[in-house]
């Protein structure tokens, strides 16, 4: 077990410093109460069978009895009580690993692949089951062991010595197989991994695999993964045979040595039959902690590995919690020497942008495919950090402002809507919980999706699945444009708000635009619409960003 694994260890035991005496009382009485049946033993092969009393035999056996129930019932408290130890401790990690995902800012957030964050909120989980009830009761049955041992020694030293030996034999042995399982345990994690990957192919491009040849090369592929994953499982299962049939084995031999020791130390008259049977059923007892000490010990050293994965993730940089706010938020907007440059380019995508849109203007945004529409709405959302140069809102960067306060005051219409698996009125209390159901119907009037909603089977209380995929692209981009609305705030950011909607839907957003510049909302809007881009007071067009188009203002989308 390495280091860092016994200072896991110590962290959990001294969290709760009054659970671990607990458990180490309960392991005291449980293995004082384990004495029993080999005193048993000896006593009623000494007493009974030399003297006959039935008397004696049967109070020895009704104590026995008694001592293996109360035995049981320690073992059994004794679990309980280590399974409360470190349940703190792994909220603590468990709840940390998956605020880190949920806060990561962007860009910090990519740094890590989707399979490394996966694991490392895996991991929480991971170090806690390797430090469960079970394996922390062996950890307090091995001072135990050692104390059968003394017993032992106490009656017969040739036969301590026989239990020393074989308890180092079994550690040996154990170790040995753990190395020897460990790379196939991690080849077989890759394994599974791997069909695993395949499993989401095949439901996410579901459509894709039918209509463009993919079931083909993906069955292909998904029964090599098949057969791979079953040789390594196959392996790993002979391995965790062979070494429980060694550690039986060793089990077994221990028992011939004793036996076969204590028999000539019987002839010489040094040790009676009573105490050798005794000796012996002590000695399987001292040997059974070790030999389950080295799988537990490996889940230990997994544990270590996990932590590592955890500490790593802990560096993600995450959104402060707290930071400046305004008064009143007025929606001017200002980009100044904006440079950005996407995670793994070398080039710039947005340069040293300089903008300022007053208060209550429509800002639109153009430029082909790639130039950066959607990169500066996350930007100006605080979605995603520029290297170089700032947004401000009335005058402070927006970078200052406590997250939670910035995104209030901003509705937000994504390019490819994504709703939370609730009820849709979840989804909309969710970006502004003051909202009564009154107020509710009129945003989806305003947004244009109350008939989206009334299509619904449970209307508002329909559940989303699938992130709102399952609902038709318009329908999304109305609630999404409605969710946006909600929030109540100054800035409104709208990426390609017609995509895929029908000329009713286009006019909704007209009018919401209108609307919008008509109450002093500031607006900023993607879109390739010749007629938006005419109704805004503001054009920067990403291809030639130094060259801002100012519109003439009052220009109506009709
Ligand atoms: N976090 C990121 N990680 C990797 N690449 C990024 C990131 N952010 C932006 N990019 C890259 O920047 C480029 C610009 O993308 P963006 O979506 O902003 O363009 P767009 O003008 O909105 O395009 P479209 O008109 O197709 O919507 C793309 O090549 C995109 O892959």
């Given at each position: 077990m390495s280091g860092g694994a016994i200072g896991l260890l110590a962290l959990r035991l001294r969290s709760n410093l009054r659970l671990t005496g607990r458990v180490f009382a309960a392991s005291l009485a449980a293995n004082l109460l384990g004495l029993a049946s080999s005193f048993y033993t000896m006593l009623v092969l000494n007493r009974y069978v030399t003297h006959g009393v039935d008397s004696t035999l049967a109070a020895l056996t009704v104590g026995v009895v008694l001592s293996i129930a109360f035995e049981h019932l320690f073992r059994h408290v004794r679990l309980r009580i280590a399974g409360r130890i470190g349940r703190a401790e792994h909220e603590r990690l468990s709840t940390g690993a998956f605020g880190i995902l949920l806060t990561a800012r962007s860009g910090a957030e990519s740094a890590e692949s989707d399979a490394a964050r996966r694991e490392a909120v895996r991991a929480a989980e991971q170090i806690d089951a390797a430090f469960g009830s079970a394996n922390l009761a062996t950890l307090f049955d091995l001072p135990f062991a050692l104390g059968f041992i003394l017993v032992v020694a106490l009656i017969s030293w040739p036969l301590a010595a026989i239990c020393v030996l074989f308890t180092i034999l079994s550690i040996g042995a154990g170790l040995l197989a753990q190395t020897d399982m460990r790379a196939v345990g991690r080849d077989l994690a890759q394994a599974g991994a791997n069909a695993q990957s395949l499993v989401t192919s095949a439901i996410v491009g579901r459509d894709a695999v039918a209509l463009f040849g993919g079931a083909k090369p993906l069955l292909g592929d998904w029964q090599a993964a098949a057969k791979a994953l079953r040789t390594l499982r196959e392996r790993m299962s002979m391995r965790q045979g062979r070494a429980q049939s060694a550690a039986q084995s060793l089990q077994a031999l221990q028992g011939v040595a004793v036996i076969a020791t204590g028999a000539v130390l019987v002839v010489r008259g040094e040790l009676d039959v009573g105490s050798l049977i005794g000796v012996n059923l002590l000695v399987g007892r001292a040997l059974a902690p070790f030999t389950r000490l080295a799988q537990v010990g490996e889940s230990w050293a997994m544990a270590r590995q996990a932590q590592a994965r955890l500490e790593q993730f802990a560096r993600t940089a995450v959104e402060a919690p707290t930071g400046t706010t305004l008064?009143?938020?007025?929606g001017t907007l200002e980009l100044r020497d904006l440079t950005y440059t996407p995670p793994g380019s070398v080039t710039p995508l947005l340069r040293r942008l300089n903008l300022t849109v007053p208060a209550g203007n429509i800002l639109a945004l153009k430029g082909r495919n790639g130039s950066g529409k959607t990169t500066l709405i996350r930007l100006i959302a605080g979605l995603a950090d520029p290297q170089e140069g700032a947004v401000l809102a009335d005058g402070v960067e927006i970078r200052k402002f406590a997250p939670s306060w910035w995104r209030q005051q901003i509705g937000l219409l994504p390019q490819e809507p994504t709703f939370l698996n609730r009820t849709i009125r979840d989804n909309l209390l969710l970006a502004n919980p003051r909202l009564s159901d009154t107020e509710l119907h009129a945003l989806l009037h305003r947004a244009g999706a109350d008939r989206a909603v009334a299509d619904c089977a449970q209307g508002l209380d329909t559940p989303l699945r699938n992130f709102g995929h399952e609902l038709p692209v318009g329908h999304r981009r109305r609630l999404a444009l409605a969710r946006a609305l909600a929030v109540g705030g100054r800035l409104i950011l709208l990426d390609e708000p017609t995509d895929g909607l029908d000329s009713e839907g286009t006019a909704v957003v007209y009018r919401t635009l209108i609307e919008l510049a008509r109450t002093g909302h500031t607006v900023v809007i993607a879109s390739h619409d010749p007629r938006i881009l005419q109704g805004a007071s503001l054009v920067l067009d990403l291809d030639h960003p130094q060259d801002t188009v100012r519109a003439e203002p009052g220009l109506v989308m009709s």
């Open positions: 008064p009143r938020y007025t």
